[in-house]
């Protein structure tokens, strides 16, 4: 019978439109192909932030490793919180601006102040995040992303909730922060190379990642609408072949 290679032509067709439309939708960095390159126009690295915690160890090449002691007694020992203002209270040194600086920059400042003030001869000066941590709002629930350290991408926060699944908004998802004390929102979409190089890529301290699903359910509509309609069509072609050949052999 020709309706055979009609059926099967009309199912891989709509099977086929079915992939393209979930991919074009849902695939991370479409516009990146092998050997692709992006121009980064700023270093990914975390910044301090208020109520931040810092640990912060101090010690020296000298022979008297005590010359060193008096710096290293913060809240819990080397543990220090940077304030609403963004300060912190370092022995001996007194209070020092943190926020806004890496924690590579506030190393060199303190290893600084402490040859400038003769405090130590060539100090070693380590500077860690206590903790880092991203919240993820949205899907209908919550979760914190405890980082191993203070360096989180945007991609790499969504590789460490599990991924997105088919029915987040790719163009929907927010990361919020506060930024000179205003909340700050924008709207960041992996499926573009140009997340690279958005402000909010690098992911900072007690950032929000708020996931919106896809409006009224429209995705999950689409493929329960292409999923009834191959079924449908499959049982049709089947019932036809069926009667086809049942005809042919009477």
């Not at 991919?23 to 992006?38: E, K």
């Not at 920059?105 to 003030?117: A, C, F, S």
Request: net charge neutral.
């Amino acid at each position: 019978m020709g309706i055979k290679p009609n059926i099967l032509t009309i199912v891989l067709f709509a099977l086929l439109a079915t992939s393209c439309v979930t991919s074009r939708r849902v695939d991370y960095l479409q516009d990146m192909t092998q050997g692709s390159q992006i121009e980064l126009e700023d270093r990914f690295e975390a910044r301090i932030a208020p109520y931040d915690e810092l640990i912060i160890r101090v010690s020296s090449s000298q022979p008297n490793q005590e010359m060193a002691a008096p710096f290293n007694v913060g809240l819990e020992g080397n543990v220090y919180l940077v304030d609403v203002n963004g300060d912190i209270e370092f022995p001996v040194v007194g209070k020092l601006h943190v926020a806004g600086f890496t924690r590579m920059r506030v190393q060199e400042i303190l290893k600084r102040m402490l040859e400038q003030g003769d405090y130590l001869d060539d100090p070693y000066v380590m500077v860690r995040f206590k903790t880092f941590k991203i919240f993820v709002l949205g899907n209908g629930g919550g979760k914190v992303i405890n980082v191993a350290n203070e360096r989180c991408t945007f991609l790499e926060a969504l590789a460490l909730m599990g991924g997105l699944d088919n029915y987040t908004r790719r163009d929907r998802i927010a990361v919020m922060r506060e930024v000179n004390g205003r909340m700050v929102m924008r709207y960041l979409d992996p499926r573009s190379s140009a997340v690279f190089n958005d402000p909010f890529f690098m992911m900072q301290q007690n950032d929000f990642i708020i996931l919106d699903g896809v409006n009224g359910g429209t995705m999950r509509q689409e493929v329960t609408y292409w999923a009834t309609f191959l079924s449908t069509l499959v049982s049709s072609a089947t019932l036809i072949l069926t009667l086809g050949t049942y005809l042919k052999n009477k």
